[in-house]
């Protein structure tokens, strides 16, 4: 590691450690991922300078929004997350559950732990740059992937006047599971997150009953947004073909 970069994440961990609670920042990040877990909990993959994931994330995210208060949803290995980020100012939320839950469970148990009115929710296995969060304020809205840099697989949305209409996979445009909730939106999430019922529900499915039940999203996108998804071995290989900075 680079004596920069290493006075550069020394200052991340010494600059935050009085957030307000303005914004909170809920991070997944308990699950296994079966496709990767030998490599552990993915969240701890090193990506730049020795960095991880989460670390990235924690230093983007800070940076764009210095006064977010941020709750780190852990589940498996979660002592190893705890003790990577011992020195961070976040707050750890555990899914005793998450190997029989999926990720809106562990989500939902980050926002019911929230006491602030706008939660942006963020993917513990996701890379991305600073233009990704950029502009999320405001009503609830999503990032929306149009420039092909998720997975085929991954899921779509449909988007109609700036407005999500519908989340569903076998769609081009592509949800950037990143998202921001407040008002109505985050009132319905909070509502159906935590449930026996919807247990098994993947975050979009969660999206899709706030759409259902009368609210409303917005979509934003941009040229120079970067997101990379880790999902299985290969795509590490992606991380490779990028200068990945915390700029």
């Given at each position: 590691m680079s004596n920069t970069a290493s006075r550069n994440i020394t200052c991340t961990k010494n600059r935050f450690k009085k957030n307000s609670e303005e914004m909170s920042i809920v991070i997944p990040a308990a699950g296994m991922g079966h496709r990767m877990k030998s490599y552990g909990p993915k969240a701890l993959i090193a990506v730049n300078n020795?960095?991880?994931i989460i670390e990235r994330q924690l230093h983007l995210l800070w940076s764009e929004y210095p006064k977010a208060e941020i709750f780190v949803v852990v589940g498996f290995e979660a002592e190893k997350i705890r003790k990577h980020l011992k020195e961070y100012p976040v707050r750890f939320i555990n899914n005793p559950i998450h190997e029989q839950t999926n990720v809106l469970y562990s989500i939902g148990l980050g926002v019911q732990a929230t006491i602030s009115s706008e939660v942006m929710i963020v993917y513990g296995d996701l890379i991305f740059n600073e233009h990704a969060i950029k502009n999320m304020r405001g009503s609830s809205r999503i990032l929306i992937d149009e420039n092909g840099l998720l997975r085929k697989n991954e899921v779509?949305?449909?988007?109609?006047?700036?407005?999500?209409?519908?989340?569903?996979?076998?769609?081009?445009?592509?949800?950037?599971?990143?998202?921001y909730l407040t008002g109505k939106e985050l009132e319905l999430f909070k509502s159906i997150s935590v449930k026996n019922e919807t247990s098994q529900w993947l975050g979009y499915e969660g999206m899709n009953y706030i759409l259902e039940n009368g609210g409303e999203i917005e979509s934003i996108t941009g040229k120079n947004i970067e997101l990379i998804e880790i999902?299985?071995?290969?795509d590490l290989e992606k991380i490779t073909k990028k200068r990945l900075t915390f700029n």
């Open positions: 020795n960095f991880t779509g949305v449909v988007v109609q006047n700036g407005k999500v209409t519908n989340f569903s996979f076998g769609l081009d445009v592509k949800w950037g599971q990143i998202a999902d299985v071995a290969k």
